[in-house]
T-cell receptor
Framework: KQEVTQIPAALSVPEGENLVLNCSFT??????LQWFRQDPGKGLTSLLL???SQREQTSGRLNASLDKSSGRSTLYIAASQPGDSATYLC???????????WGAGTKLIIKP | SAVISQKPSRDICQRGTSLTIQCQVD?????MFWYRQQPGQSLTLIAT?????????ESGFVIDKFPISRPNLTFSTLTVSNMSPEDSSIYLC???????????FGSGTQLSVL
């Protein structure tokens, strides 16, 4: 049974720092992995989608990597800003039937 | 990207009553998904709704408790029936716009049951 773990559960850093959020999964047979951002009252926003054949994806200050063999993904946020404060969730799918398995999230606080 | 309107955004309900949550998408999509996020926990898929057929429910969720309608390719509803305090959660609808596996979410419905 696939399990997704995110560490740390919460993180607080000063503005401007580069930071890494971690996501691990127990079954390497994944179809894709996604990183989402959740803001209170605003639902979820998809940040990056990495297909199983890819190693990383980049969008602006965000870079997500995928290492299937070790069952790990990282989300790198460069030059953090207070607006980056949110809960970050990762989710994996086993196949194309959209059965996402979710991590519990990392609550990120960027202090001005 | 797809724009998803979900309402109500929040509600406080009495035990034993039912609440219907609406999800409207600005483009036609084949599959819509309903999720539940209990306090402090991850998202859990309730069911997948395809237009013109009955929804497919995940283990632990049944149609009598969570009836779903999908009358067309842009709209779906989820009803939480005979509510109890354990149903207090955030409920989210989601679509896979363009079928690329990238999900778009509504803003969620924060439900509190007294």
């Amino acid at each position: 049974k696939q399990e997704v773990t995110q560490i740390p559960a919460a993180l607080s850093v000063p503005e401007g720092e580069n930071l890494v959020l971690n996501c691990s999964f127990t079954d390497s047979a994944i179809y894709n992995l996604q990183w989402f951002r959740q803001d209170p009252g605003k639902g979820l926003t998809s940040l990056l989608l990495i297909q199983s054949s890819q190693r990383e994806q980049t969008s602006g200050r965000l870079n997500a990597s995928l290492d299937k063999s070790s069952g790990r993904s990282t989300l790198y946020i460069a030059a953090s800003q207070p607006g980056d404060s949110a809960t970050y969730l990762c989710a994996v799918t086993r196949d194309s039937n959209y059965q996402l398995i979710w991590g519990a999230g990392t609550k990120l606080i960027i202090k001005p | 990207s797809a724009v998803i309107s979900q309402k109500p955004s929040r509600d406080i309900c009495q035990r034993g009553t039912s609440l219907t949550i609406q999800c409207q998408v600005d483009s036609q999509v084949t599959m819509m998904f309903w999720y539940r996020q209990q306090p402090g926990q991850s998202l859990t898929l309730i069911a997948t709704a395809n237009q013109g057929s009955e929804a497919t429910y995940e283990s632990g969720f049944v149609i009598d408790k969570f009836p779903i309608s999908r009358p067309n390719l842009t709209f779906s509803t989820l009803t939480v029936s005979n509510m109890s305090p354990e149903d207090s959660s955030i409920y989210l609808c989601s679509v896979d716009w363009q079928g690329g596996g990238k999900l778009f979410f509504g803003s969620g419905t924060q439900l509190s049951v007294l």
